[in-house]
């Protein structure tokens, strides 16, 4: 349960509740299987949002496997969600992975998994405003798909009494029907700012690549003073691969201009 008590017209109590069925079987030390049901109700009650009420159901399965030097992870879920009475497909994701310990000390690791992000309540349907700045819904927003792949190298380090790790990794996401809030003129000529205001909406399909490197280390400085050193660095390359100064028109938001 939350609950948003105030008395600028922005209140909202949110209800969830939520099952989990988990089983596990475990072959020898080598593999793992688990698999789970899940069934989740949402309960919103809102100044914001208005009414409005929800459901999630799915099913997952994992199993993880050791071999020698390698580790193997493999998974599925498979999902459907409803808001009211928009219903979506069940939509199948799925991922996988492998480590491998090398020299002593040294991984390598790979993976790739797809994700998928129904909108929340609040992209869907908040109507509100911070002074003359004002916020509109768009019921009609569609699904965020998309999958995400890293390759990584792990080195273990020790200096005398200083122990950590060495990380580099390099990955790239891709998104279709990202969700952004975007400032255009969404409401009716007669509202603030002749109805002008952020309404979260499609923007496409993204790219995001880059690289990560970090390295951590801690130890004694004299007697039993200790020290962690943290230090990294992240390059990102975000890019809106099909960009058009017209999607906003083409992804039916107009849908939302001059609603009540």
């Known amino acids: 349960n939350s609950k948003n008590e105030n008395n ?3 209140e909202s109590t949110g209800n969830v509740y939520y099952a989990e069925y988990q089983f ?12 789970g049901l899940v069934d989740q109700e949402n309960k919103v009650k809102s100044e914001l949002y208005l009414d409005h009420s929800g459901n999630q159901l799915a099913a997952y399965v994992q199993g993880d496997v050791k071999w020698k030097i390698l580790t193997f992870s493999a998974g599925a879920r498979v999902e459907q969600n409803k808001i009211d009475s928009i219903r979506e497909d069940w939509n199948p994701v799925f991922r996988g992975g492998i480590n ?3 020299l002593k000390g040294t991984y390598l690791r790979a993976s790739i998994g797809q994700g998928y992000r129904f909108p929340s309540v609040a992209e869907r349907f908040v109507r509100t405003n911070v002074g ?18 890293e390759v990584g190298f792990r080195q273990v380090l ?4 200083w122990i950590g790790y060495f990380d580099a ?3 790239q996401s891709q998104y279709e029907n990202m969700m952004e809030f975007i400032f255009a003129q969404w409401g009716k000529p007669s509202d603030p700012l002749v109805g002008f205001g952020f309404s979260s909406v499609n923007v496409g399909k ?9 390295l951590m280390a801690e130890g004694k400085i004299v007697g039993e003073l200790s020290a962690t050193l943290m230090l990294s660095y992240t390059y990102l390359d975000p ?10 028109a083409k992804a039916g938001i107009g849908q939302v201009r001059g609603s009540d």
Not at 132 to 149: F, H, R, T, V, W
Not at 158 to 161: L, P
């Open 8 to 10: 600028t017209n922005q």
């Open 24 to 35: 596990q079987k475990r072959f020898g030390e080598k593999a793992t299987v688990t698999a």
């Open 100 to 102: 491998a310990h090398i």
């Open 132 to 149: 003359s700045l004002y916020i509109y819904p768009n019921p009609g927003l569609n699904s965020e798909k998309g999958y995400s792949a």
């Open 158 to 161: 020790k200096f005398g009494s």
């Open 169 to 171: 990794a390099a990955f």
């Open 206 to 214: 993204t790219k995001i690549k880059g690289f990560d490197l970090s």
């Open 239 to 248: 890019k809106q691969t099909t960009y058009d100064s017209a999607y906003v």
